[in-house]
């Protein structure tokens, strides 16, 4: 998985550990009802991919969104 790099050598991802591959199928899944999901391939091999979701539940924020990026280390400024 992409994120396997950041999670175990860097605190970037926000995660403690690695999310078993069935939480992380919800995510994606969860992401997809409201907001788009986009992955670079370069190869047939994952060099990225970003994301959108709610930037917080409150009625105010209603039109607002964060967005998350996530890139292999192997493919920075690419």
């Known amino acids: 998985m992409i994120n ?3 999670v175990v050598n ?3 991802s926000f995660e403690y550990s690695l999310p078993p591959i069935d939480e992380f199928k919800n995510r994606v899944k969860r992401t997809l009802e409201k907001y788009p ?3 670079a391939l370069i190869d ?3 060099a990225g991919y ?3 979701g709610d930037l917080n539940e409150r009625e105010a924020y209603k039109y ?3 967005l998350s ?3 292999d280390k192997d493919h ?3």
Do not use: F, L
Request: charged content about 20%.
């Open 50 to 52: 970003i994301y959108a």
């Open 44 to 46: 047939d091999k994952i």
């Open 37 to 39: 999901y986009y992955v």
């Open 10 to 12: 860097t605190a970037i």
């Open 69 to 71: 990026i996530h890139i």
């Open 76 to 78: 920075k400024k690419q």
């Open 4 to 6: 396997y790099y950041y």
């Open 64 to 66: 607002c969104a964060e």
